[in-house]
């Protein structure tokens, strides 16, 4: 193992969502609050952002170069421009596709992931973190939407077992990870808790399942990664110098390598002061490796 380091200090308001994208051999990730994607290059440290007209809460490659990204007002296919750079930022080509929440400005989408049969999984919550009005959200190559949970004030971290057969998903608030029996064709049932986080270790964001079927999972709050065995005990705890961690992904040759997002938003000075690498990109080589990360199937 290595200590967890920043190699973007690029001081996200809300950084989330990293995703490893093979074909390009890039990470992708977004900052919510600021409306951008930010793409880092592992190997020539090239740094790239696009700003996007409101909030986005995930961004996932889709099987023909596109990528498909969850807006506050809800779904899109986006282009990226091939030519990549900070200043200006790039304007990307977008195509909405509406979204399941219309009828409700007060939400926004959170966090998704693409499962191995390519379906999308996107989670909404209220964007005053007050209500309840939340849900879970599954769709797929028709772009057809369907709830498939609800009740949630924050939404957080789908991910999904070695085996295709179980699907994490996190209510922030109730500081509890639960776990469904995931069938073939998408069907959610047997909903159980499954992991609860103790009150003084923040609450979990995102996470991720190794090739070993443990699950790393970020603590708001709670300046950690912790990995959890797959019935959910504790097996260890990785430091993060940043209080706000929020998401991570295994990405790079082999996937061998995690990247842990994080973000500054609403820390005082003397926070700041004390952790001046809030809303950076970090990683660090956690001694496993994972496993190839969704492509959304057009």
């Given amino acids: 193992m290595s200590e967890v380091k920043c190699v973007w200090p690029?001081?996200?308001?809300?950084?989330e969502g990293p995703v490893w994208v093979a074909r390009e051999k890039a990470?992708?990730?977004?900052?919510?609050?600021?409306?951008?994607?930010?793409?880092?290059?592992?190997?020539?440290?090239?740094?790239?952002?696009?700003?996007?007209?409101?909030?986005?809460g995930a961004?996932?490659?889709?099987?023909?170069?596109?990528?498909?990204?969850a807006f506050k007002s809800g779904f899109a296919f986006v282009s990226f421009s091939d030519e990549t750079q900070i200043e200006p930022l790039i304007e990307p080509l977008?195509?909405?596709?509406?979204?399941?929440?219309?009828?409700?400005?007060?939400?926004?989408?959170?966090?998704?992931?693409?499962?191995?049969?390519?379906?999308?999984?996107?989670?909404?919550?209220?964007?005053t973190e007050a209500?309840?009005?939340?849900?879970?959200?599954?769709?797929?190559?028709?772009?057809?939407?369907?709830?498939?949970?609800?009740?949630?004030?924050?939404?957080?971290?789908?991910a999904f077992s070695v085996d295709g057969r179980t699907l994490y998903h996190t209510?922030?608030?109730?500081?509890?990870?639960?776990?469904?029996?995931?069938?073939e064709d998408g069907a959610l049932s047997n909903k159980r808790e499954h992991i609860r986080i103790a009150d003084d270790q923040g609450y979990p964001d995102g996470m991720t399942v190794d090739a070993e079927g443990y699950l790393w999972v970020a603590h708001w709050g709670g300046w950690r990664l912790t990995r959890f065995t797959p019935d959910g005990a504790v097996d260890?705890?990785?430091?993060?110098?940043?209080?706000?961690?929020?998401?991570?992904?295994?990405a790079g040759k082999d996937l061998a390598t995690l990247y842990i997002t994080t973000a500054a938003i609403?820390?005082?000075?003397?926070?700041?002061?004390?952790?001046?690498?809030?809303?950076?990109?970090?990683?660090?080589?956690?001694?496993?490796?994972?496993?190839?990360?969704?492509?959304?199937?057009?």
């Avoid at 961004?59 to 990204?69: M, V």
């Avoid at 959200?137 to 498939?148: F, I, P």
């Avoid at 430091?239 to 295994?250: D, I, R, W």
């Fill in 10 to 15: 690029l001081g996200a308001t809300l950084g």
């Fill in 27 to 56: 990470l992708y990730f977004v900052d919510i609050k600021s409306c951008a994607v930010h793409r880092y290059d592992p190997a020539t440290g090239r740094q790239s952002s696009w700003l996007m007209p409101e909030p986005i």
């Fill in 59 to 69: 961004c996932h490659p889709a099987s023909d170069a596109r990528f498909l990204c």
């Fill in 94 to 127: 977008i195509e909405p596709l509406g979204g399941p929440e219309a009828d409700m400005p007060g939400n926004r989408f959170n966090d998704a992931k693409v499962d191995a049969a390519g379906r999308f999984w996107a989670g909404s919550m209220d964007d």
């Fill in 131 to 158: 209500e309840a009005t939340g849900a879970l959200y599954r769709m797929g190559s028709d772009l057809a939407w369907t709830v498939t949970d609800a009740g949630y004030v924050v939404t957080n971290g789908p």
């Fill in 171 to 183: 209510d922030t608030f109730k500081r509890t990870i639960y776990a469904f029996d995931l069938a």
């Fill in 236 to 250: 260890r705890v990785v430091p993060v110098p940043a209080a706000q961690v929020t998401s991570c992904c295994f």
């Fill in 266 to 298: 609403g820390l005082s000075d003397d926070e700041r002061a004390a952790q001046p690498d809030a809303g950076g990109l970090f990683r660090f080589q956690p001694g496993c490796v994972g496993r190839p990360g969704g492509v959304f199937s057009v």
